[in-house]
C-alpha cells in the first residue's frame, strides 16, 4: 500500500475562483501557475493548477514523489528556485520535467512562502524557453508579491482541511509585503 503525498485542491468554489482569477492577470510571458501548500513532516501536499490536462496527468501517473519541482520545494531552503536550476535527480525526474515541457511548460520560477511548519509553492510557467527569471522578478516584483498574496489568501481555506490539527492552531501567515 502506498500513501498518498498528494493530493489536488478540487473545491468548486476554489477551483472556480482560481480560474476568474488566472484569466483576469496580465504578467507577460507566464502561461501556467500553480499555488499549492507542503507539510515540512508529513512531506504531502496539496495544489491547483492552471492546466487541467497537465494536473491530471500529474494525479494519474503519480509524480508527485518525484517531481523535481516539489522536491526541490520541500528539499531546500531557497525561496525562489528556477526551472533551469533544478536537479532532475534520476531519469523519472528527467521524463515528468520532459512532460511538463510538453504540456508548454518549458521554463519558470517556483516562489515559496516558507512557515516554520508548511509551505506555500507558487509556480510560475512558461513555454517561452529563454526565460530568464531573475530578470522577470526584477521587471515585475510588485506583480509577483501581490500575486503570491493573492494565490495564498486563495487556497487558504482548503489549507485549513489539508494540514494537520496541530499545524492549524500555529498557522500565522506572515507574508513578506510590507503593507503602507
Do not use: C
Not at 516562489?111 to 530568464?132: A, E, N, V
Amino acid at each position: 500500500m502506498t500513501k498518498k503525498s498528494y493530493s489536488p485542491i478540487i473545491t468548486n468554489n476554489t477551483t472556480s475562483t482560481f480560474f476568474d482569477y488566472v484569466d483576469s492577470i496580465d504578467i507577460p510571458q507566464i502561461d501556467y501557475l500553480a499555488i499549492g501548500v507542503q507539510t515540512l513532516r508529513t512531506k504531502k501536499s496539496t495544489s491547483i493548477m492552471s492546466l487541467p490536462e497537465w494536473q491530471k496527468t500529474f494525479v494519474s501517473n503519480n509524480y508527485a514523489d518525484s517531481d523535481p519541482l516539489r522536491r526541490a520545494a520541500l528539499f531546500t531552503k531557497r525561496n525562489i528556485i528556477p526551472f533551469n536550476e533544478i536537479d532532475y535527480i534520476d531519469n523519472f525526474g528527467k521524463e515528468i520535467m520532459h512532460q511538463r515541457s510538453l504540456m508548454g511548460i518549458k521554463n519558470g520560477i517556483v516562489l515559496m512562502q516558507r512557515l516554520p511548519k508548511h509551505s506555500y509553492m507558487i509556480t510560475l510557467g512558461t513555454g517561452y524557453s529563454k526565460f530568464d527569471p531573475y530578470d522577470f522578478i526584477k521587471r515585475y516584483h510588485d506583480k509577483i508579491d501581490f500575486l503570491k498574496a493573492d494565490l495564498i489568501n486563495l487556497i487558504k481555506k482548503d489549507v485549513i482541511h489539508f494540514l494537520p490539527e496541530e499545524e492549524i492552531a500555529n498557522n500565522t501567515t506572515h507574508l513578506s509585503i510590507d503593507a503602507k
